[in-house]
Nanobody
Framework: QVQLVESGGGLVQAGGSLRLSCAAS????????MGWYRQAPGKQRELVAT???????NYGDFVKGRFTISRDNAKNTVYLQMNSLKPEDTAVYYC???????????????WGQGTQLTVSS
């Protein structure tokens, strides 16, 4: 089994910064893409950012240079540095990872349990 554990959420004032972390553990042979999504109350889950194992990144349109995704492949960990936070960034942030358990297995997408970010105005 594979577990993803997020950390770093909390309460921050508008204009502030925060870094989220997500560590994958368990039966891991390799990880392809890792990413962050978010879901605000009453809204659908949306893409924040993804990063491949080679470092290629993709961001949601709303990010506009405020967030940076990175990963440490040796630690199976993905990070999300968030700057210039706005009240509309308030949401539960989820990480995911496409994990292969052995060389013969297909990649399976796993999700973390989510971490709450609240940005006060």
């Amino acid at each position: 089994q594979v577990q993803l554990v997020e950390s770093g959420g909390g309460l921050v004032q508008a204009g502030g910064s925060l870094r989220l972390s997500c560590a994958a553990s368990g039966s891991i042979f390799s990880i392809n893409s890792m990413g962050w999504y978010r879901q605000a109350p009453g809204k659908q889950r949306e893409l924040v950012a993804t990063i491949t194992n080679s470092g290629s990144t993709n961001y949601g349109d709303f990010v506009k240079g405020r967030f940076t995704i990175s990963r440490d492949n040796a630690k199976n960990t993905v990070y999300l540095q968030m700057n210039s936070l706005k009240p509309e960034d308030t949401a539960v942030y989820y990480c995911n990872a496409a994990v292969r358990k052995d060389i013969r297995s297909a990649y399976v997408l796993y999700w973390g349990q989510g971490t709450q970010l609240t940005v006060s105005s």
